[in-house]
């Protein structure tokens, strides 16, 4: 695997070896309640909007979370932490092709509920600490 070094993003002074990594970390609102669909292969997909609001205009970014062990109860309004992947889907409609950028989560937590928050940027920080020792990043 080829890497590359780049500065570290922490207070830290020496270069962190990054390799391929697909990891997201979103914190922000959600702009709608969460949909929940089940789907025929049984899976349980909960769907997020989650609002960027770190500049002008605006990101409004989708996250897909299949078959969550805990799901948090959560509305319109809520601020939350979102641990994943980005992952780009295709699909047919209307005869034509199409694509949809998401994050595919793998922890979502409400940004006001400290352990779980914590849990979910813990997880994220063991993939970078995988990355960066060419151990097994596992998944966060």
Same mark, same amino acid.
């Given at each position: 695997?080829?890497?590359?070094? /780049?500065?570290?993003t %922490?207070?830290?002074?020496?270069? *962190?070896? $990054? !390799?391929? @990594?697909?990891?997201?970390v979103?914190l922000?609102?959600?702009?709608r309640?969460?949909?929940v669909?089940? @789907?025929? %292969? !049984? %899976?349980v997909?909960?769907?997020?909007? *989650?609002?960027? +609001?770190d500049?002008?205009? =605006?990101d409004?970014?989708? *996250? %897909?979370?299949?078959?969550?062990? /805990?799901?948090?109860? @959560?509305a =319109?309004?809520?601020e939350? *932490?979102? $641990?994943g992947?980005? +992952?780009r889907?295709?699909?047919r409609?209307?005869g ?8 595919? =989560?793998? +922890?979502v937590? /409400?940004? !006001?509920?400290?352990? +779980? ?5 813990? =997880?994220?920080?063991?993939v970078?600490?995988g990355?960066?020792g060419?151990?097994?990043?596992g998944?966060?």
């Amino acid at each position: 695997m080829a890497r590359s070094t /780049r500065p570290a993003t %922490s207070s830290a002074t020496t270069p *962190v070896e $990054v !390799g391929h @990594l697909d990891l997201a970390v979103v914190l922000g609102v959600l702009s709608r309640d969460p949909t929940v669909t089940e @789907l025929p %292969s !049984g %899976s349980v997909l909960h769907r997020y909007e *989650v609002t960027v +609001r770190d500049r002008t205009p =605006a990101d409004s970014i989708p *996250v %897909s979370w299949f078959d969550p062990s /805990r799901p948090p109860t @959560l509305a =319109a309004g809520d601020e939350v *932490v979102v $641990v994943g992947r980005v +992952r780009r889907r295709f699909y047919r409609a209307g005869g034509a092709t199409r694509s949809a950028t998401e994050v595919e =989560a793998s +922890r979502v937590a /409400r940004a !006001g509920t400290t352990a +779980r928050a914590i849990a979910a940027l813990d =997880a994220a920080r063991a993939v970078l600490d995988g990355s960066r020792g060419g151990a097994e990043s596992g998944s966060a």
